[in-house]
């Protein structure tokens, strides 16, 4: 974890709880990410005319990448819309380092130092804590299912981390292979909206049409640094490292969205730092 890569996630975790707040802003969630998914396709499009194609090798990880990438924009859809950004959000990334760290150990071989696993232990804790404060309270009137729909987001957030950990070091261009994850993937809810929504879909698409490219293109560049991270670093430090996107997450709810806070939050988001502190100290 050199210090060009801890800034490179750094950035990461920033746009990417941004991107994710601008979707939570636009009320109907089917439009945001439709905005969202084809404003990436067309960048995506545009990209790939200039990079390198990725090597044979990275393709079928592309492929099953893409397909996971959909169902977490699904689920994301479905936490966003029954909970709390700053609940939802916080869950959806706090459960995915512990399950990408053992799967990187289990399926990829990587090996871990004691520092990196208690790191990576205690930063998993903190963010459990920040995200699972205040359930009870929060404003959504089913808790639950919204709880499962962002555990399900982080499994699904794990999934595809390791997926393109490893296809990523197998495609010879870091920037070839999102360019074409995303051209993959991004066209498919623009599709289910364009035949569910019919012709009522553009009148609905034009009052957020700058706001949701926006989003695209923050969602391009969070990703793309992750996927640059992991081809320079092991994938459970920069998928723990990642999610300090939770900080800004919640700051972004309680600034914005007028959601709450609280001391037992700092508390569990002084714990993350402190694990990742220990995450770092290994590096």
């Known amino acids: 974890m050199t210090p060009l890569v801890v800034a490179a996630v750094l950035v990461a975790a920033l746009t990417h709880a941004t991107w994710n707040a601008i979707a939570h802003t636009i009320r109907d969630q089917l439009v945001a990410f439709t905005l969202i998914c084809g404003g990436s396709a067309v960048i995506s499009a545009v990209l790939a005319c200039f990079v390198p194609l990725p090597d044979a090798a990275a393709w079928p990880y592309l492929i099953v990448s893409a397909l996971l990438h959909v169902g977490y924009m699904v689920l994301l859809m479905r936490s966003f819309t029954l909970g709390d950004f700053s609940q939802m959000y916080p869950i959806a990334r706090g459960t ?13 071989g990587e090996t871990m130092d004691a520092w990196q696993t208690a790191g990576v232990a205690v930063a998993s ?4 804590g920040v995200a699972l404060w205040g359930i009870r309270g929060a404003r959504t009137h089913r808790p639950w299912p919204a709880l499962l729909a962002a555990l399900a987001t982080g499994l699904s957030i794990a999934a595809y981390t390791v997926v ?16 074409w994850l995303l051209l993959l993937q991004g066209p498919l809810i623009p ?20 706001l949701g490219l926006l989003g695209a293109a923050l969602s391009m560049l969070a990703y793309g ?3 640059w991270a992991q081809t320079r670093a092991p994938l459970g430090p920069v998928s723990a490292l990642r999610e ?3 900080l800004v997450g919640a700051v972004i709810g309680t600034v914005f969205f007028q959601e709450r806070f609280g001391a037992p939050r700092i508390v569990a988001a002084a714990l993350m730092v402190a694990g990742i502190g220990l995450m770092l100290h290994a590096g």
């Open 191 to 210: 599709a289910y909206a364009l035949y569910t929504r019919r012709g009522r879909l553009l009148p609905q698409l034009r009052p957020h049409a700058r």
């Open 225 to 227: 640094l992750v996927l």
């Open 164 to 179: 393109d950990g490893v296809g990523v070091r197998g495609a010879g261009s870091p920037i070839g292979y999102i360019a």
């Open 125 to 128: 804790a903190g963010l459990t």
């Open 244 to 246: 300090s996107s939770i």
């Open 96 to 108: 995915a380092p512990l399950a990408v760290t053992v799967a990187a150990v289990v399926l990829v």
